[in-house]
Each structure stands twice: as C-alpha cells, then as structure tokens.
C-alpha cells in the first residue's frame, strides 16, 4: 500500500498552478497553457505507476508542442486519499527521476482532475460520457479483470469494468461514439482481458449491448515498463528541503520508461508514437519479455533476497551472490525459451534490468515485490517452469525462486523473524505452506489454480522439496551458492 500523505511543515511553497512561477529552477515545470487541455482521457485506477508514466507521455504531448488534446481525468476507485491530496494542489504532482548519479524533478500538469468514484459518481460518469473523451485507460490489480464474475448495478458501477460498460451503455443510448479502452495493466494479453471483463458486466444487463460493444469498441493490447516504488515521506522532505516544493504526494522512479501499444488506437487517438512509444502489429513477443525476465526476475530477487536479510533491491543487488544468482537466472534459464523480439537484443534489455534492479537511488522494497506471490508466481516464473519442463531445459535457478517463495508464505524467515506478508489469499496458502514443512505436497495439491499442470508434476514437486530441505540444512546463503555453481559448470560443459 502506498503511504498516504501525512501533514508537514512547509517548506517552500505548495505546489498548485498559482505557485508554478516561484519554483526554483532544478525543478522543470509545465510551460504549455493548461486551460488549453482537452479532457479526453479518463484513467482508471490512479496510482503512482500511472502518474510516473502513462501521465508523463501524454504531458510530453502538450509540453513538446505536438497536441493539447489529451488531458487527464483521473478516477481514483477505492480511496480518496489521492484526490484529497491532488485537487488542492490542481491536479499537479512532481515526478523525480533518480539514479546514483542525480534527481530530476519535473511537475506534471496534464492530470487536470482528480475523482474518487464512491464520492464523486456523477462526476466520473459524466467525464466518461463526455463526447470529447476519446480513450479510458487502466492501471488496476490483477484481480479487478475478474469483476465481471459479479453482479453489479449499472445504474451505481462500483468496479472499472462497470463504470466502462454503464458509461458505453449510456453513449450507445445518447448517440456518441464510444471510447477506446487501452489496458496498462501486467495481466496476460491485458486488452482482450479487458474486453472479457466488460462484456461480461454488460451480458449480465442487455445482450443487444454486449454485442453493440463488441463489435463497436477497440481494445488494444500493450505492455508498460517503469519502475516506480511506493511514494514515502522522504521523498516529501526531499522536495521541500532541496527544492522548495511542497507537493502531498510525488512519486519517484527511474529515468528508463516503455510503453508498447497494439496499433489498434484509431486515426484520432493520440499521437504517442511522437513521444518514443512503439506501437507493433502484435504486443505478444514484449510482453512475454517483459514479464519473464522483468517481472520474473523481480519476483526471484524479492523471494531470494529477502530471505537473505535484504530489504531493498539496490542493497540486494549490491550482494555478488544475488546478482550472479540473477544473472545466471534470466541468462540461461528465461531468455533461452524467448523468441525473438522485433527491435530488441534480449542479452543487452537483460543487462539494462540488472543495473536498473541495482539503482541505488531508486531502492524499490523487497516487500513490495514479494506482495500478492499468489498472483505473480504463477504469471511470471511458473511459465517458464512449465515451457523449461516441456523442452527439456534447465530450470533449477528457478525452481529454487518457487521455493523460496513457499518458504517465504510461512510467515517468518529463516532466523524465525516475522514477515507481513501481504498476498489476498494469505489465510488459504500460509496453513498449506506451514503444514507441509520441507514438503510442498500439500500446497501444490491444494491450489492447483496457482500451479496449473505443475502441480500433478511429481518432478517438480521433489526438486522444490529439495531446495526447501536444502534451505533449512544448509542455510539459503549455501543453497544459492551450490545452485549457482552447478549452473554455471552446466553452461561451460
């Protein structure tokens, strides 16, 4: 969960459209006429990966001089602390760009409003009915494409998905053309998810609509990247201390960002091939990079590090054995199930992951990496499992991720520590995880929703169950240096 704002004292002035001219020089301000924007974007889901890159594309729209046209309402879903923390400030926020070697602080201006859907429901529906908004786009958990499983009032939406079905509802009825629907989220093919969601809220309601939608709305696929951890109080001070800025909730990230879109947007939707995103005829090959090696190899480094006394990636990676474990991970067990990929050199993207995992300035928490485990094993280390199974290749650097994550669901680590472990279905899997010990039978048996085949797969099951009986024999420090050893006389034999 990201900190909310908490009061401090000020130390410069408080960001807002009227202090933008006393901001000092170290911190880039927007100089387009915000008045000018056109609201044709409504974002679902807002967040601090949102307004640290979907956002900061489409103010590089208006601030490079290419098109005013793609302003920002934000719709915030479950809380109001971002909209309480952003309207007094005029929707303007600071995004700081940070490595070893510098913080880059830009303020954002093209969110122009910030709702919340419980307070603000007329609001929200009449932006997402407004015949100028052109695209909605969605930063929202995993979980949330499963809302079409519920019954829900179209008259009083209350999931994304019934917000999109109720407001394409009512352009059908009114006569405006309906909107594009782009996912941002790290789901599986997350535009036809979206498309499934939606559909699925409205057969509930009306067929003839359902239909109307599938035939009349786009759902282009796409694939994000920028690593962006949770907003904290330091960064607050940070700003107000050295730039004189006051700003309730900035976020940090690093200088790297990507966005690759389905060339599915529609002569009139915005230009973002202008601002360095890549729109390709299929979103598939970056997608299965990505969250393989990025989103896989996160996974693993939170797991693995953690385990090893770590609590942030930066202090991780500086550890040899994290890295090399890592690096021998996505070199000779992820990448070689990759096809290609148009445009990229897979060896050179997975060097460029190792040294942003190792961003001191950026320290995303292993905490946060290791949350909702039961969502992420089984999209981003579980595939290549199963693809390494099927072919016949090696797979040990990450059977002992899976592992440590089962060890890691017990709840205390390997000195008897306590974790808050932070996962939806903890009070199912941690009993599993605790009753089998050393032996994770009774997880995978249990939750085969997690782990698919693999969990009739008496192989794999004992190769875990052997880096669990290794961890708590040898310590994980050993076991990690034992695997990595093997798996480098395998690659030079």
Not at 89 to 105: I, K, N, S
Not at 408 to 430: C, M, V
Not at 487 to 493: I, K, M, Q, S, T
Request: include cysteine; glycine fraction near 8%.
């Amino acid at each position: 969960m990201p900190h909310s704002p908490t009061p401090q004292a000020p130390a410069g002035s408080t960001l807002a459209d009227a202090t933008l001219a006393d901001l000092p020089s170290s911190i880039a301000v927007p100089t387009y006429d915000r008045s000018a924007l056109t609201p044709s974007v409504v974002h679902l889901g807002v967040g601090g990966f949102h307004r640290a890159h979907q956002a900061v594309y489409l103010d590089d729209l208006a601030e490079q001089g290419i098109s005013t046209d793609w302003g920002i309402t934000g719709v915030s879903l479950r809380r109001p602390a971002m909209r309480d923390a952003l309207v007094p400030q005029d929707g303007l926020y600071t995004v700081v760009e940070r490595d070893e070697r510098f913080d880059r602080p830009r303020v954002i201006g093209a969110l122009q409003r910030c709702l919340f859907a419980g307070e603000d429901a007329e609001e929200v529906m009449a932006a997402l009915t407004d015949r100028r908004t052109r695209l909605v786009t969605l930063t929202l958990t995993g979980g949330a494409y499963d809302a079409g499983e519920d019954d829900e009032d179209l008259d009083r939406p209350g999931t994304a998905f019934g917000w999109i079905a109720a407001a394409l509802r009512r352009r059908r009825a009114d006569g405006t053309p309906p909107f594009v629907v782009l996912s941002c989220d790290n789901v599986p093919e997350n535009g036809a998810a979206a498309r499934r969601a939606t559909l699925e809220v409205a057969r509930r309601h009306d067929a003839d609509l359902a239909g109307w939608i599938a035939e009349a709305v786009r759902f282009p696929s796409s694939v994000v990247d920028r690593i962006t951890p949770e907003t904290t109080d330091d960064l607050r001070a940070l700003l107000a201390e050295r730039h004189g800025v006051v700003d309730q909730w900035p976020v940090a990230t690093e200088p790297f960002r990507q966005w690759i879109v389905e060339d599915a947007l529609g002569v009139d939707g915005p230009p973002l091939d202008q601002v360095g995103v890549q729109l390709v005829a299929d979103v598939a090959p970056y997608e299965r990079m990505k969250k393989r090696l990025l989103n896989g190899g996160h996974s693993a480094l939170g797991y693995v590090g953690y385990l090893l006394g770590h609590r942030d990636t930066s202090g991780a990676m500086a550890d040899p054995l994290v890295h090399d474990f890592l690096d021998r991970l996505m070199a000779d067990e992820v990448a070689p199930l990759l096809p290609e990929v148009p445009g990229i050199d897979l060896d050179e993207y997975r060097r460029s992951l190792l040294r942003r995992f190792a961003n001191p300035a950026v320290g995303d928490q292993l905490a946060r990496l290791c949350g909702r485990g039961s969502t992420k094993v089984p999209s981003y280390l579980l595939p290549s499992i199963e693809e390494a199974r099927e072919r016949g290749r090696p797979h040990e650097l990450l059977t002992l991720a899976v592992a440590a994550w089962v060890r890691y669901l017990r709840g205390t680590d390997l000195e008897g520590r306590e974790i808050a472990i932070r996962d939806a279905r903890l009070d199912e899997l941690q009993p599993l995880a605790q009753e089998g010990g050393d032996d994770p039978a009774p997880l995978f048996e249990r939750t085969d929703d997690v782990f698919g085949w693999l969990a009739d797969d008496p192989m794999l099951v004992r190769s875990v169950e052997r880096a669990l009986r290794a961890l708590e024999r040898d310590g994980l420090r050993c076991t990690v240096e034992a695997y990595v050893r093997a798996e480098a006389g395998r690659v030079a034999a």
